[in-house]
């Protein structure tokens, strides 16, 4: 009777990370920048990063736009919503074109597409205007399923879990950095010697810079998979080519779509009004320097940098000790939590508590929107309903 020892699959010489048979990288090494793999991880996380800043760049100079626009309370919240719902037709197209075209070449021309809508926000005159460019810049936000996508088809099952949660997270930071950035670039452009009404307005140069200059790096530096370009491999046809009616139609007739939307789109949704409200918040209600609220406000989405890789982690875990089910409880008790210090947020009327309170509620809903995710994509015809729920949760978050 013969014994065979099997030996560990060598590293393939084409590669820099040990891969799988679909060339997916079967290790993730957050710091380093290796191609293709870890190349793509860090582009698509900065390009999403910058897509962030740029929609979000607005809320923390509210107090000064307002004055300058006279913009009403019902203004104001129509262009947050403006801004949420101008991406709810943009992901669907988003996933289509990263299946046609590539992540790559998809992510880059959706970016240089709505970057010179930040240009323009500077010449806003009127409530309509801003309301327009908050729309149309919300479209950038669609660079989320890019991200993904790309991540899922670099890294094997077994870490797309991290990939996806450090991308995803990383790129989030721009909702809580641009709270930072904005009202400090606003302070040293009024320092230079311009009036409030113009700094605010020369301000907005600073993201839409940063968001043209993501676009062109992906463009030069990426790559749609570990093989090559969509391009490339359809041309040699090692690729088959999708259809948009077969990736549509599996989306619409999944169940699991409809679901998760409706619990993403409660839970992201809410994510996405805070980012809007949250520095206005804390200027109006405590009285406080527009400074000192964007500083506060800014530690609710660099809560991203901890809470969205943990998520990875966590549904990476849970799934191997209790399978698909493990995911879906933990997605369940952690959206039960963020729910409950939503409503506790409301209530508080100090401000330190009302910080604390922020801090844990933005832990727990950015963990869920990482397991929502991994959820997907760690499931049958995962990444075409990936695409079709979090397109569709942008109505339910209106």
Not at 281 to 303: E, M, P, Q
Request: glycine share 8%.
């Amino acid at each position: 009777m013969s014994m065979e020892i099997s030996e560990p699959e060598p590293q393939h010489p084409k590669f820099a990370l040990p891969v799988d048979s679909e060339h997916k990288a079967t290790e993730f090494r957050l710091f380093s920048v290796v191609a293709p793999h870890m190349r793509a991880f860090h582009l698509s996380w900065i390009s999403f990063f910058a897509c962030f800043v740029s929609s979000f760049a607005a809320p923390p100079l509210i107090p000064v736009i307002r004055d300058n626009l006279n913009l009403t309370a019902t203004d104001i919240g129509n262009a947050g919503i403006a801004s949420v719902s101008g991406a709810v037709f943009a992901r669907i197209a988003m996933g289509s074109a990263c299946d046609l075209f590539g992540p790559r070449l998809a992510s880059a021309s959706l970016i240089l597409l709505t970057a010179p809508v930040v240009y323009f926000t500077s010449n806003v005159s009127s409530p309509i205007s801003f309301l327009l460019v908050r729309f149309f810049t919300g479209f950038s936000l669609a660079t989320f399923v890019s991200t993904q996508f790309w991540m899922s088809s670099m890294f094997s099952a077994p870490v797309v879990g991290a990939a996806n949660g450090f991308a995803g997270g990383w790129g989030n930071l721009g909702g809580g950095a641009t709270q930072l950035i904005m009202p400090l670039v606003f302070s040293l452009i009024r320092d230079m010697g311009a009036v409030k009404f113009t700094a605010w307005r020369i301000a907005f140069f600073i993201p839409a810079l940063f968001q043209t200059l993501s676009a062109f790096a992906v463009l030069l530096f990426g790559q749609d998979t570990p093989d090559g370009n969509f391009k490339r491999l359809n041309k040699s046809g090692d690729r088959p080519k999708d259809k948009f009616s077969q990736v549509f139609y599996h989306g619409v007739t999944n169940y699991r779509a409809w679901i998760l939307a409706l619990t993403y789109g409660y839970c992201f949704g809410v994510e996405l009004t805070v980012d809007n409200i949250i520095a206005e918040y804390f200027y109006d209600r405590f009285n406080l320097k527009l400074h000192t609220a964007g500083i506060i406000a800014a530690s609710f989405g660099l809560a991203n940098l901890v809470s969205r890789p943990a998520g990875g982690f966590i549904s990476d875990a849970m799934a191997k000790r209790f399978g698909m089910r493990g995911r879906l409880w933990t997605l369940w008790v952690v959206q039960t939590l963020g729910g409950v210090f939503c409503i506790i947020l409301g209530r508080v009327a100090s401000l330190n508590a009302s910080i604390i309170v922020m801090i844990a509620f933005s832990l727990f809903v950015k963990l869920h929107v990482v397991l929502h995710l991994v959820w997907f994509l760690s499931s049958p015809e995962g990444m075409i309903t990936a695409i079709f729920s979090n397109s569709i949760f942008q109505f339910f978050s209106i």
